[in-house]
């Protein structure tokens, strides 16, 4: 096999384990807005409330005879369809978010390499750019787990919790735990395969 070839299926088999990182990360944001929910809710409120709520027209309804075959064709069709669109966001969804969260790390370690050289008095060149750049991803992946899980661990004080306060740290833990697993796994991996720090996502 062509040592190119080889080392690109490296890199992305590596990156994969780590693209399940990323996904779980998006999983342990996504739970901290779930604990969040009831505070989110009286902040939406507390805006609609001072607006004047129009009552609409009632419309009436002609309703279809529910035995008509004609009605269950149609329903058996839409059923069908929202199955195969679960089945494509279950399949498609993580793919999409890795590659959005990968973007939005190397964009920002990329952004503040430059100034981290400049506060560190060290010249901004190829070689310490993409050694900076590769310290500060893994910085940024560090903080994706721990801040969603002092923001759990804050939930407590939120009033009409939805969910049990055990139950949310507890869940929250587990998140960060198999996203800090994929991320050392990877890491292990970039050391073992000897892949290049530039090609780490």
Not at 79 to 95: G, H, N, Q, R
Request: hydrophobic content about 55%; proline content about 4%.
């Amino acid at each position: 096999m062509d040592i190119t070839k080889k080392s690109n299926i490296k890199s992305k088999f590596t990156n994969f384990i780590g693209g399940i990182g990323y996904f779980f990360c998006v999983l342990q944001w996504s739970w901290v807005l779930v604990l969040y929910f009831s505070l989110l809710k009286d902040f939406i409120g507390y805006f609609e409330s001072s607006e004047q709520l129009v009552e609409p027209a009632p419309v009436a309804v002609t309703v279809a005879n529910p035995t008509s075959p004609f009605l269950f064709i149609i329903g058996a069709i839409v059923v069908v369809f929202i199955l195969a669109l679960t089945i494509y966001m279950v399949v498609k969804m993580p793919s999409v978010i890795n590659k959005s969260a990968k973007k939005i790390v190397h964009k920002s370690a990329d952004s503040f390499a430059p100034l981290v050289l400049r506060i560190q008095k060290k010249k901004d060149n190829p070689r310490n750019k993409i050694r900076l750049t590769f310290e500060l991803i893994l910085i940024f992946k560090v903080a994706l787990i721990i801040i969603p899980i002092i923001l759990s661990v804050f939930s407590r004080f939120v009033n009409n919790q939805v969910i049990d306060f055990y139950i949310a740290i507890w869940i929250s833990l587990f998140l960060a735990g198999i996203s800090l697993i994929s991320f050392v796994i990877q890491y292990i991996l970039v050391k073992l395969l000897l892949i290049k720090k530039v090609d780490v996502a």
